[in-house]
């Protein structure tokens, strides 16, 4: 069963930084490209950025040059770092697994991040 697990979410001031991590488990993970999604009160679910096995990087343009996103295939985990947070910032983000065969996505519960003073 797979299983996509997130922490590091919280309250941090305009500014400032958090780390996300995601663990994966249940999936042989070099078979899978890793996302992070985020989705805002009222709003859509949208990409905030993917890696794929070979550790090539994608970005929604609102993020570029403050997120950079992370994987360590041996422990099967991804990372998010997240500097210069805004308020605009703020929302439950989600982690992502995507077969890059079938293109089966898995989805983890979420992690709440607000960025407020």
């Not at 950079?68 to 308020?87: H, Q, T």
């Not at 065969?101 to 979420?110: A, I």
């Amino acid at each position: 069963q797979v299983q996509l697990m997130e922490s590091g979410g919280g309250l941090v001031q305009p500014g400032g930084s958090l780390r996300l991590s995601c663990a994966a488990s249940g999936i042989i993970f070099e078979f899978y490209s890793m996302g992070w999604y985020r989705q805002a009160p009222g709003k859509q679910r949208e990409l905030v950025a993917t890696i794929t096995r070979g550790g090539g990087t994608n970005y929604a343009d609102s993020v570029k040059g403050r997120f950079s996103i992370s994987r360590d295939n041996a422990n099967a985990m991804v990372y998010l770092e997240m500097n210069s947070l805004k308020p605009e910032d703020t929302a439950v983000y989600y982690c992502n697994s995507r077969h890059t065969e079938t293109l089966m996505d898995n989805w983890g519960k979420g992690t709440l991040v607000t960025v407020s003073s």
